[in-house]
């Protein structure tokens, strides 16, 4: 990626800062986990069976641990290192709970964790191509970014997305491999997860839906166990939540914290018909996000649900 600054229709390169250390970019991410991610950061270096995992967070909307791991070299595989530490996670689920709550105020149980979303973010300068490759399945629960630095205090993060259809699976089908193991319990629920389970009128209203919101630029779609969503710049800008006779679309109002203080881009709707309504969810820490809640449940309600939608994409510009 190049990076120029314009001035009087002149465009100057902005020059690389690269990272000295891993520290550097670890310091980073674990100060902005809540605005890059939408992740609560539990504790940094956490040791566990002789391990020390970098980050690790708490996923509160999905209810999920994610492991952040940091790398500045190239010599080791995602592969590897991500199945051996959804394992470790699995085989130590009261570690991970018992860290989150001496680290919290409030207590997590057993119970309050969905292990079938724990996931594996990698974050490096740069991935190879081996590296893309062996994670290029449908089904992997790993995440690769990578993250630059340019001068003036310029930061950029892109996710590298994978492309292939197939699954890892035919690859974990040896009894006793850790693939096989992790992939029993951790689940990746991708689009088709949700069109099997919803009517062929709901999957036409998503398709239509997804065609026209896909329309706008740099949005990307990410699949989750109980919704899609559609992000811009890795924030999302509205959810789609499948009922039987209806689909429910969220779009994103903002944060309210506890000390009333309102989030960055905390939004306000144009919504002449009134057709939304505004609710909200609870974090452990007392914020509350705020939603503009909208049921679609005929394709003649889509264009007016666009403008709508397009006020909070608009928003990221």
Known sequence: ?????????????????????????????????????????????????????DSLCFDEVNKSFVIIEYKKTKSYSVIDQGYSYLSLMLNNKSDFILEYNENNKDTLKRGGVDWSQSR?????????????????????????????????????????LPSSTESIQKFGENKNSVIKSVSREVKVYDEDFHY??????????????KEEILSFDDVL???????????????????????????????????????GSKSKGFFTLDDPKKVSKILNFKFKNGTKREYYHIKLSNIEQIGYLLLLIKQKYDTFD
């Open 221 to 259: 779609i990410d699949s989750k166990k109980h919704y899609i969503s559609f992000k811009k710049n890795n924030v999302i800008v509205c959810y789609t939540i499948f009922r039987k006779e209806h689909l429910i679309i969220e779009i994103v109002k903002g944060n309210l914290k506890t000390d």
């Open 120 to 160: 594996i973010i990698f974050i490096s300068p740069s991935f190879n191509t081996y590296q893309k490759n062996s994670v290029n399945f449908k089904d992997v629960p790993f995440e690769l970014w990578e993250i630059k630095r340019f001068s003036n205090n310029i930061i950029s993060l892109n996710q590298h």
């Open 196 to 209: 099997n389970s919803i009517s062929d009128k709901n999957k036409t209203l998503f398709l239509k839906l």
């Open 1 to 53: 990626m190049e990076l120029y600054n314009i001035k009087n229709k002149k465009l100057t390169r902005v020059e690389s800062n690269p990272f000295d250390l891993e520290r550097d970019i670890q310091n980073i991410i674990e100060e902005n986990t809540q605005e890059l991610f939408n992740l609560q950061l539990v504790s940094t270096e956490f040791p566990v069976e002789g391990f020390r995992l």
